[in-house]
Nanobody, 116 residues
Framework: QVQLVESGGGLVQPGGSLRLSCAAS????????MAWYRQAPGKQRESVAL???????KYADSVKGRFAISRDNAENTVYLQMNRLKPEDTAVYYC??????????WGQGTQVIVSS
């Protein structure tokens, strides 16, 4: 079956960087649209970034210029490089497979805390 396993979360100071990874299995990764979402305490889950099989990317306005999504099809992995982190970036970050405009599969999530 399809599995998504995230890693790379943790505690970082404001202004710092983290790189999240999401390893996919059980599917033909190179054909997939992959995305990162996040959910902060007391808030709805929101889309952060998306990358299509063509390499086209899309970002939420709140992370444009600071975050970068990329993929390695040979490793079946999607990444989220997060730079200039802010306290408001604190959330659980989820990897997802997007099909026909909706999330078909979710990872288990990885916690990111931005705090001094």
């Amino acid at each position: 079956q399809v599995q998504l396993v995230e890693s790379g979360g943790g505690l970082v100071q404001p202004g710092g960087s983290l790189r999240l990874s999401c390893a996919a299995s059980g599917t033909i990764f190179g054909l997939l649209t992959m995305a990162w979402y996040r959910q902060a305490p007391g808030k709805q889950r929101e889309s952060v970034a998306l990358i299509r099989s063509t390499g086209t990317t899309k970002y939420a306005d709140s992370v444009k210029g600071r975050f970068a999504i990329s993929r390695d099809n040979a490793e079946n992995t999607v990444y989220l490089q997060m730079n200039r982190l802010k306290p408001e970036d604190t959330a659980v970050y989820y990897c997802a497979i997007v099909q026909l405009g909706d999330v078909a599969y979710w990872g288990q999530g990885t916690q990111v805390i931005v705090s001094s």
